[in-house]
T-cell receptor, first 108, second 117 residues
Framework: GQNIDQPTEMTATEGAIVQINCTYQ??????LFWYQQHAGEAPTFLSY????GLEEKGRFSSFLSRSKGYSYLLLKELQMKDSASYLC?????????FGAGTTVTVRA | DTGVSQDPRHKITKRGQNVTFRCDPI?????LYWYRQTLGQGPEFLTY????????KSRLLSDRFSAERPKGSFSTLEIQRTEQGDSAMYLC???????????????FGPGTRLLVL
């Protein structure tokens, strides 16, 4: 089975940096995804990691350590529109196994 | 818009009624997935199609649930004899390829929010 843990909530100030951690224990591994989900909307794809290291895409970066079963999503220069839930998901075959999500609140 | 589309976006029904949802994937994607999401939780996998073949059904998918993808394009998810516990957001996703590369990324539709009274 899959066990994916991430913090429930985080709060940060506009313009700051926030790091959302995700730890996982899975039977098999074929990649880790991060999705952003605004309230009442569908998850939207942010990043994919399958090899160890850092992937950078604009203000968002994602890191993976397979040996530690650990990933983080780094959000820089926070904007009010970044207030959302951030979902960590692991795949080993075809289906995604999601964590419960981390709700990030950006304050002015 | 060439993203994943779902219909209807909202559905309110009475307990015991049957409901059917439709998903149209991104046109060149031959893999299609259904998930269910309840408040405060991440999406949970329900079932997976590769072309018209349904390759896996989660144990979450009881006998009251059935999904089809008759021509390998759109898919339908039917819930018979709905129960209050079926109230959730039903999400459809599609991907170009399987896992192991970025082409395996699943793109989600807007979801169908079901409320069973």
């Amino acid at each position: 089975g899959q066990n994916i843990d991430q913090p429930t909530e985080m709060t940060a100030t506009e313009g700051a940096i926030v790091q959302i951690n995700c730890t996982y224990q899975t039977s098999g591994f074929n990649g880790l995804f991060w999705y952003q989900q605004h309230a009442g909307e569908a998850p939207t794809f942010l990043s994919y990691n399958v090899l160890d290291g850092l992937e950078e895409k604009g203000r968002f970066s994602s890191f993976l350590s397979r040996s530690k079963g650990y990933s983080y999503l780094l959000l820089k220069e926070l904007q009010m529109k970044d207030s959302a839930s951030y979902l960590c998901a692991v795949t080993n075959d075809y289906k995604l196994s999601f964590g419960a999500g981390t709700t990030v609140t950006v304050r002015a | 818009d060439t993203g994943v589309s779902q219909d209807p976006r909202h559905k309110i029904t009475k307990r015991g009624q049957n409901v059917t949802f439709r998903c149209d994937p991104i046109s060149e994607h031959n893999r299609l997935y259904w998930y269910r999401q309840t408040l405060g939780q991440g999406p949970e996998f329900l079932t997976y199609f590769q072309n018209e073949a349904q390759l896996e059904k989660s144990r979450l998918l009881s006998d009251r649930f059935s999904a089809e993808r008759p021509k390998g394009s759109f898919s339908t998810l039917e819930i018979q004899r709905t129960e209050q516990g079926d109230s959730a957001m039903y999400l459809c996703a599609s991907s170009l390829k399987g896992p192991g590369s970025k082409s395996g990324t699943q793109y989600f539709g807007p979801g169908t929010r079901l409320l069973v009274l």
